[in-house]
């Protein structure tokens, strides 16, 4: 393939075809599911291709974390057995006495990891809310400060963060700014471009798509020593993600953009139509512009909002639970950026321990026809 005819390719071209993949050897046009955990050395007893041991990689992974690395324009790609699995290998690298300041809040897993976890290795947190995330200086400690992590939009009010101007701060003391970019893949915001060091997604939600394949990919801009320690540490860990797993989810981004704009106009659509509807205290979506940050969101999601809508219910909590248990189309499960819409009880869902409005629901909007769900919610509202 000519590298400079390439490179002129729209991104989307080169998802849909796999980067153009062919099988050098069957000539098939979908590549193979590399199930093998060893590999034989050669007559020299070196490494006869690019693996030793499943546990540090495989031929299935690697396609795939290609894919991603024309997605996301980084230097590298490492994909991972979950998102958590990333995020968290994020921490490990880190040493005691190490602060880092993380956006409060974010998705509750990571954040109950940080809560719990990071003191037991000497690592100090500020948390601070995303309205402070744009004085983040007077929290940098130079040399000492390791990362800036924020999360956008994020869970479960999707506040957007101006990327560009966050990063302009991170760069000029020295400290990585980290993006949670899951409910803005690179489709719809490169991170990366915008001036993050290192982006995560959640592979798990739009990059598969298909709520099949558990993953996370972490991609930066620079290959450097803080990078070489991630690869080292999902080395021993073996938390690469496994051959089939990378394969559904090269199927997946097959349709990303289709499938992110399809579920972002419907997720328009309903986000409007619910504004209307007088059981609704709020309807919280990036894209409607009463959403207060609605203009960083037109200016960095370029390519749509998202799926994700937040309702706050009039009647509280009661009259949350009740519409979660009486929709017949929407599934009430948990997750987000998939083909089929999904809603939750967002506080029973993250437990007693959560800060989330008791009457707040969170929807994520699927490529059903928009009809169908509006009526549904309808439905479920009035019964
Ligand atoms: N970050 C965000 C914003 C998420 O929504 C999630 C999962 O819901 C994760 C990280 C963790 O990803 P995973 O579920 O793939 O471990």
């Not at 200086?137 to 966050?166: A, M």
Request: charge should be neutral; proline fraction near 3%; aromatic fraction near 8%.
């Amino acid at each position: 393939m000519n590298k400079k005819h390439r490179s002129t390719k729209h991104i989307e071209t080169e998802l849909v075809q796999s980067l153009h993949f062919f099988d050098k050897e069957t000539g098939g046009i979908i590549p193979r599911i590399d199930f093998s955990t060893t590999f034989v050395r050669d007559k020299n007893y070196q490494p006869s291709g690019d693996f030793i041991y499943a546990r540090e990689g495989n031929a299935t992974t690697a396609e795939a974390e290609k894919i991603l690395k024309v997605l996301d324009k980084s230097q590298d790609t490492l994909l991972f057995s979950s998102g958590m699995s990333g995020l968290i290998t994020l921490l490990e690298v880190l040493e005691s006495g190490d602060h880092i300041i993380v956006q409060d809040p974010i998705y509750y897993a990571i954040s109950r990891y940080l809560e719990y976890i990071c003191p037991r290795r000497g690592i100090e947190i500020s948390r601070i809310k995303a309205e402070e995330i744009y004085d983040a200086k007077k929290y940098i400690q130079k040399g000492r400060t390791k990362f800036l992590w924020i999360e956008t939009p994020s869970n479960p009010h999707w506040i957007t963060i101006d990327i560009q101007k966050v990063s302009k701060i991170t760069s000029s003391l020295e400290c990585k700014l980290i993006v949670d970019a899951t409910c803005s893949p690179a489709c719809t915001s490169n991170v990366l471009d915008l001036g993050a060091d290192i982006s995560f997604q959640s592979t798990t939600k739009y990059l598969n798509g298909h709520s099949d394949s558990l993953g996370g990919a972490l991609s930066t801009k620079r290959t450097d020593e803080f990078w070489d320690l991630i690869i080292e540490a999902r080395n021993y860990q073996g938390s690469v993600m496994s051959p089939l797993n990378s394969w559904l989810l090269i199927r997946g981004l097959k349709t990303l953009f289709i499938r992110f704009q399809k579920s972002s106009n419907n997720a328009l659509l309903l986000a409007k139509h619910l504004s209307k509807n007088s059981a609704v205290e709020k309807v919280l979506y990036p894209g409607l512009e009463d959403h207060p940050t609605f203009i960083i969101a037109k200016k960095q999601m370029t390519n749509g909002f998202g799926s994700m809508i937040s309702i706050k219910m009039n009647g509280g909590s009661k009259m949350a639970k009740k519409v979660v248990r009486k929709v017949k189309v929407f599934l009430p499960a948990t997750s987000l950026g998939s083909t089929e819409s999904l809603i939750e009880h967002r506080k029973l869902v993250e437990g007693p321990e959560s800060n989330v409005e008791d009457n707040l629901i969170r929807l994520s909007i699927g490529i059903e026809s928009s009809e169908d769900l509006i009526s549904d919610l309808e439905q479920a509202i009035n019964s």
